[in-house]
């Protein structure tokens, strides 16, 4: 198997006395689709932004490509290929589609905007189904289109790991499965994943594995009919006592 191309080794971050991540370890392998779930509160959220260098941690590290990122700002995390999307948009409001998917990158030192940057903006908009309306102010976006705009704009930055956080909350049934047909056409763009869910659907017909997690550390991990069948995983969810 080829080496990882992200390894969390020991991560570990508390606020105050709540440990919200607890000496989590696992790799990212090319190309998949990893599930990160867990009941509320068991620290995905946090893990992605320890990830994403949103939040420092107080041990541990993590590589992308065998490099160190751990330790660096989240502009610098970015630039260096980890794109994500966020549970509450992240959109301006008065902005046309277009320039909002420009936005992550326009903001890079030396890249200026051009013809070259707007188009790479359209064929990112074509993949998530917006293209028909680049021009349209975000204002007037459904959520759903919303939705798509926020992973437009991880894309245009061309990210190597892409962080999917409950991207596909408060979808309908259609929305639902469109989005699911973006993700995995993303995914076969050569774009790895991993994907914060509570849609289980979802996680079936998309994620290659899954790792668990619960109270802050890691309780699973595997294909999604191992783990989610595993009697540990079920306890955690449903927050009930094992009797194994
Ligand atoms: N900035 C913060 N300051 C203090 N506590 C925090 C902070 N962020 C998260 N927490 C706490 O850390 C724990 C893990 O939260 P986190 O958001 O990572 O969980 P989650 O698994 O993503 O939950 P959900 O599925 O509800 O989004 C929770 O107890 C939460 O209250």
């Known amino acids: 198997m080829t080496d990882p191309i992200l390894r969390l080794n020991g991560v570990r971050k508390a606020f105050g006395g709540l440990v919200a991540v607890n000496d989590v370890s696992f790799d990212l392998h090319r190309g998949e689709i990893l599930g990160l779930i867990g009941p509320n509160g068991s620290g995905k959220t946090t893990t992605m932004n320890l ?24 502009n610098r995390v970015a630039r260096k290929g980890i794109a994500r ?3 509450l948009l992240r959109l301006i409001d008065d902005m046309t589609v277009t320039e909002n998917a420009a936005v992550g990158m326009a903001f890079r030192p030396g890249q200026p905007w051009n013809a070259e940057l707007v188009t790479r903006c359209q064929t990112y908009l074509e993949v998530v189904g917006l293209a028909d309306k680049a021009g349209l102010e975000v204002s007037k976006l459904t959520y759903i289109d919303q939705k798509r705009l926020e992973l437009a704009r991880a894309l245009a930055m061309e990210p190597k ?8 909350a408060g979808l309908n ?3 639902l499965r469109s989005g699911i047909e973006i993700i995995r056409k993303v995914r076969d763009m050569g774009t790895t994943i991993i ?3 509570h849609v289980m659907s ?3 017909s998309l994620c290659d594995r899954c790792v668990v997690m619960n109270a802050g550390g890691k309780i699973a991990e595997g294909t999604p009919a191992t783990v989610l069948t595993d009697p540990h995983v079920v306890e955690a969810y449903l927050g009930e006592p094992h009797h194994a």
């Open 85 to 87: 999307t966020f549970q």
């Open 173 to 175: 049934a259609t929305e």
């Open 161 to 168: 790991v892409l962080l999917l956080d409950e991207w596909l």
């Open 202 to 204: 979802a996680i079936h």
């Open 51 to 74: 990830i994403s260098g949103a939040f420092g941690m107080d041990r541990g590290t993590i590589t992308l490509d065998g490099a160190v990122i751990s330790g660096l700002p989240a």
């Open 195 to 197: 994907m914060v869910e």
